[in-house]
């Protein structure tokens, strides 16, 4: 096991009927602003929901947060965070929502150009307290420090990590994913599973527990994805997502073993690039990460094959190949198209891809031997 | 699964050469008392490196803190920290030296006796900051709000929890366990092993990761537990026990679900009434536990048995008897003895306990159905 160092302050409030706990939580003085997106909190009611927990506090409110949320809008945000005065923030949404909302609470106590956290190592170590009450389960945003930024007229997406972006507390109702679109449950199993792959499927870390407790939330993804396609009105179900999505990327799995984060880089580009949803992005990337880094992997691709599919016959190849097809079939099992050409992306892009990486200067991978040419095979390779 | 409430804010740090980071996780203007046990830090290089750590802060020290650490011993600490005007408790030890601490944290900001907050239902919210330096794997305490108090004048054994009393950060260095004695290896593999047992074999709560996640600490324990009592100086056994130690009582696998503790709940009263370590009271209390409540419990029993030992084959009451076998197996297999008689205790004892906890009116176990009349009946199974 690697040394690590740990910690995660997220205050997590778990379950059917939570939303009303708001009143308690965010204390009385505050001047809140509410956060949400596309306005789909108004149809599932929990829009009024959090109204009606919030009806004796001071709350603004700014909607129309996209996904993959747009620097220009979020900085319109903090604009009117200055003029209210507001000093805590409530997002209320998926991933989108809540990176957006972290964006906006690290640029308020910003000095000078916010855009410059995005596109430069500087430390972000403030920031104005936030909280979230979550509609999708998907990003894990609700229990990490992460946020991931867009700006469309330069066609880049960025992230930045902060200790103060924590968020305060999280509320958590499975029962908001009743009404959610098919596309985006999918995207979001999708997005949770690869969370989990990118900090398991490396190489043997000697971190037991790590690999049992990653293999637990894919087993679960595994079962209960396909199963939320067909009927999505299921508690159990929803529950068990909803937590898995949050448990895949809040550190827990992560501490003393290596990263790889590949597939979320190049897919970041894809998204960047064409807008393609971030989940889709991923479905389409990995296999052709684990194709080209099957070697490298290869330990760690048998272990998954044989404890989350269960593949035990055949030659070691053999049984990685059944590996991605089984991973690939999960995918498509929720409805998701993992080519390229599905969504007439051609070589054009993979050229722009690899550039791109080029010019930043860094390698991707685990071991960092992921160049700008392996990036090309990876993306020729799922074509 | 069952609606929560998480929140831990303990920063772990962990690994080989760490306990040098306490020179930066201190503020250097804080008055440090650095507590500890009956002298092994001194044989082992701990209190060395802690105190080269620590070289320009202010640091006193107030040693002897028992297992079982004792309210008498705890409250000359109060005294030594009000006189010395402590503002910063180090805790350098295992489980009774980090739980002591805490009850002196709390007890320094507490008005009036602090003994009626470990014997009534008072809530704690206050205490000095404190933090660890772990040196034995087994409590869970080093990133817990949970603290156990002895008062042996009493024969009382109590426990109190507070929000307040979480350690800032726990410096875990798995070396400090090559030089540990045999026996307090196995008490601290049996002590992680029935905490995650606890929270875990009581009935199917629909959480399908908190389940994979106490079974891959039970699995991880079952591993390197028999091969640490065989060559302690392996840090990759070493880093995995102590990383289950934590792991198994630090919240993240009872979200959401039931938990037991009729186990710990009788063994305290053991530990109380004849000293007895609290890892062998575990081991002799659980084996009578499971063999009275196999019947609301056997739906688990099956699951555990399968799942850690592969037991697949017999029918169902076949199968848990050869589960609870191997449990037992287990115990002894780390070289405990696991029978009252083993330790001169019989009947006046069983009494006595069943006695308390009638006086105390309130049942055990996930259920609350464990009567005074089936803890007797619990330990007459492991007379």
């Known amino acids: 096991m690697n040394n690590f160092i740990f910690q995660n302050p997220t ?4 379950g059917k009927g939570q939303i009303a706990q708001l009143a308690k939580l965010i204390p009385a003085d505050k001047k809140i602003m509410m956060t949400y997106g596309g306005g789909s909190i108004h149809k599932n009611g929990v829009y009024a929901q959090v109204k009606e927990a919030l009806k004796n506090h001071n709350v603004a409110e700014f909607g129309g947060i996209e996904p993959n949320p747009e620097y220009e809008t979020l900085m319109r945000c903090v ?3 200055r003029e209210k005065e507001i000093d805590f923030l409530l997002a209320v949404g998926g991933g989108s929502v809540i ?18 956290f995005l596109m430069k190592p500087l430390k972000v170590d403030q920031a104005v307290p936030l909280a979230a009450v979550l509609t999708i389960a998907a990003t894990g945003s609700e229990m990490n420090k992460g946020s991931v930024v867009s700006r469309r007229e330069l066609k880049e997406k960025r992230f930045f990590f902060s200790d103060a972006c924590f968020p305060k507390f999280s509320i958590l109702d499975p029962t908001v994913l009743y009404s959610l679109p098919k596309k985006q449950l999918a995207n979001g199993v999708i997005d949770s599973f690869i969370h989990v792959l990118e900090q398991y499927v490396t190489f043997d870390n000697k ?38 999505a949050t448990m895949a990327l809040n550190g827990f799995i992560v501490m003393g073993v290596a990263e790889d984060w590949a597939t979320h880089m190049i897919g970041q580009e894809l998204t960047a690039l064409h807008g393609l949803d971030h989940g889709v992005t991923l479905a389409i990337v990995y296999p052709g990460v684990v194709k080209v880094m099957r070697e490298e992997k290869a330990e760690k691709l048998l272990q998954y094959g044989e404890r989350v599919f269960g593949i035990t016959e055949g030659t070691a190849d053999e049984r990685i190949d059944k590996t991605i097809a089984a991973t690939e079939d999960f995918f498509k099992s929720l409805g998701v198209k993992i080519k390229l050409s599905d969504y007439n992306i051609g070589d054009e892009t993979i050229e722009e891809v690899a550039r791109r990486f080029g010019e930043r200067g860094y390698n991707l991978g685990e071991k960092g031997n992921i160049t700008p040419a392996v990036i090309k095979q990876i993306l020729n390779e799922v074509k």
């Open 11 to 14: 205050k997590l409030v778990f």
């Open 79 to 81: 604009a009117e965070c």
């Open 99 to 116: 990176d957006g909302t972290k964006f906006v609470a690290a640029a308020l106590k910003w000095e000078g150009e916010p855009w410059d």
């Open 207 to 244: 971190a037991y527990i790590q690999d049992y407790w990653s293999e637990g939330i894919l087993k679960t993804l595994v079962k209960v994805g396909p199963e939320l396609m067909e009927n999505q009105e299921d508690y159990d179900n929803c529950s068990n997502f909803m937590y898995a």
